[in-house]
């Protein structure tokens, strides 16, 4: 804007400089061309009397000086001219002036040279006796009055030029001066122009509103962000440049990053190629999904194609957490195979026995023996249909009924059930603690104490033994199972819980366990509210700990 005041004065300065000097050289020139023709028309009328008077031998007698006098007879032949020969001459009776003198009496005409430099005047008067006389004088004309002057113009025009040059700078400052100054958020707070101020007035309008706007954006933004930030789902935001644009803790997470990996490029941060894949896939036709195993967990990684205007797109990116899924269905298919084959081992032992003894292929004295093997395998039957009846309850998340119960007197009662099978194994079963009372349910609790003290025995060692402790800690009842078996790999700590899950199979058979005990005890805890934790090494035993919350009153 200031340069452009500037160029406005400065032309404007320029311009009225070409306007006075023209005026003025049009002035003076009028002025003196003026004088000049009065000068003329008084010379002219002495010389026409003294002609009139004295003839021939007054004109051959005068001194002319700058001015040229010429006589021309009635039909237009010059009589006599101060500077040329009269005989040489051409008749002047079509002249200008000398046919105004011939009409009227007096006549003039100016004609400029052949370069427009020199301009010369003519008047001509008419004497008594039919003749004319004319009087002539050059001048200069305004271009060659310029041309003279040429160098004090340039000089003039040069200085005029520098002193336009800095009253245009100052006059565009000062101009521009007020509106730099404005606040624009504040503009009616500034004395400036009153022209502007319906300017200024709207531009407080529309700053308003953006304030407004730009307060409503980062409200949201907020919610954006507080939104993804607390998603338990990865969120990226990836640009149409491949640059992350936003990022969760969640996502962060799982790409092993932080947040302050916003601005880098994506392929810096991930460069598995069934993800980049994905990426072009979604890119491509507007979507794109795959399923990833991570950190022992199951994720499925949507990614779809957000478009931001005819050229490009940017890419969001989901990641969710499918691991209870993916786990529960592989569990449903490792159960459904398991129970399949549980069931199938006791019933085609019983059936084959039954065959046996059906066909009379039995000795009689092998018949007890046959007989006492079905009654095992059908009572090894039931207790698998009971405990995945048990597993089937838990899994129904259905209301139990809760009430008071003294962990440590069921912990006394199930020692005594197991006593006669510990002695039978070789293995010593005792039990120590202190009136516990929890809230929980009975039936679950004696299935708890009953299955950590069962497999303690069956996988114990000879001469083992097995400690039952239940004491109080802080507002938690804790029960610890531990015995001195055969230990649980670390590999298979996580899978111990599962469904039909044995260490050692060989063992098991023997021993004639399902693999549901554990599995049952870990859904009684859980339905309870209580935590399970287990700590076993090969060849140093197992122990398993349980924790309750204490009912208040027992607590305190």
């Excluded at 009139?52 to 001015?67: F, I, N, P, R, W």
């Excluded at 006796?129 to 050059?138: A, H, P, Q, Y």
Aim: charged fraction near 25%; proline fraction near 2%.
């Amino acid at each position: 804007m200031t340069k452009k005041i500037f160029r406005s004065v400065f032309f404007v300065a320029v311009l009225m400089l070409l306007i006075c000097f023209a005026l003025v050289m049009w002035a003076f020139y009028a002025y003196f061309n003026s004088v000049q023709k009065e000068q003329l028309k008084t010379e002219i009328e002495l010389v026409a009397r003294a002609v009139e008077k004295d003839g021939m031998s007054y004109l051959v007698s005068l001194d002319t000086g700058e001015s040229r006098i010429t006589w021309i007879a009635a039909d237009g032949s010059v009589l006599y001219d101060s500077e040329n020969d009269p005989q040489s001459m051409e008749n002047h009776s079509q002249r200008e002036e000398i046919r105004e003198a011939f009409e009227t009496g007096n006549g003039e005409s100016s004609r400029y040279s052949s370069t427009l430099t020199e301009k010369t005047v003519y008047y001509a008067q008419l004497l008594s006796d039919g003749t004319v006389i004319r009087v002539s004088v050059s001048n200069a004309s305004i271009l060659f009055l310029v041309l003279g002057m040429l160098r004090y113009i340039i000089i003039i025009f040069a200085l005029a030029l520098i002193i336009s040059v800095i009253i245009a700078d100052r006059v565009s400052k000062k101009i521009v001066a007020p509106l730099n100054s404005i606040n624009l958020d504040m503009p009616l707070e500034v004395n400036s122009y009153d022209e502007i101020s319906p300017l200024l007035t709207r531009i407080e309008e529309q700053r308003r509103q953006i304030e407004l706007q730009v307060s409503e954006l980062e409200e949201r933004k907020k919610e954006f962000y507080a939104i993804i930030k607390n998603m338990n789902e990865g969120l990226v935001l990836v640009g149409k440049d491949g640059k992350i644009l936003s990022i969760n803790y969640a996502a962060a997470a799982f790409f092993s990053t932080n947040t302050e990996c916003v601005g880098s490029d994506f392929l810096t941060v991930e460069r598995n190629p069934a993800i980049e894949k994905t990426l072009k896939t979604a890119q491509e036709s507007g979507h794109g999904e795959m399923q990833i195993s991570r950190n022992g967990k199951e994720y499925q990684l949507n990614a779809s194609r957000i478009e931001v205007d005819a050229q490009s797109s940017d890419i969001v990116i989901l990641i969710f957490d499918i691991s209870d899924r993916v786990f529960a269905e592989r569990n449903r298919r490792e159960f459904t195979a398991n129970v399949s084959h549980e069931l199938k081992t006791p019933l085609h032992s019983i059936m084959g026995s039954a065959e046996l003894l059906e066909n009379n292929m039995v000795k009689p004295e092998d018949i007890p023996r046959f007989v006492s093997n079905i009654r095992v395998e059908a009572s090894r039957l039931l207790t698998l249909i009971e405990d995945i009846i048990r597993l089937s309850f838990l899994d129904e998340n259905t209301e139990i009924p809760m009430e008071d119960v003294d962990l440590y007197e069921l912990v006394i009662s199930e020692t005594k059930v197991l006593s006669p099978l510990a002695k039978e194994k070789n293995i010593t079963l005792t039990s120590e603690g202190e009136k516990t009372v929890i809230n929980g349910n009975k039936r679950l609790l004696h299935e708890i104490i009953y299955n950590l003290c069962d497999n303690a025995i069956k996988y114990n060692i000879d001469g083992g033994s097995v400690k039952i402790k239940v004491y109080k800690e802080e507002n938690n009842a804790v029960l610890i199972v531990s015995d001195t078996g055969i230990g649980i790999p670390p590999e298979d700590h996580q899978r111990v819980f599962d469904r039909f899950y044995c260490v050692d199979k060989s063992h098991s058979k023997k021993t004639g366990g399902t693999g549901l005990g554990l599995s049952i005890v870990k859904h009684a805890v859980q339905c309870m509210g209580g935590k399970i934790s287990l700590d076993s090494y090969p060849g140093k035993g197992t122990t398993i700990t349980v924790i309750f919350k204490l009912v208040k009153d027992a607590a305190e």
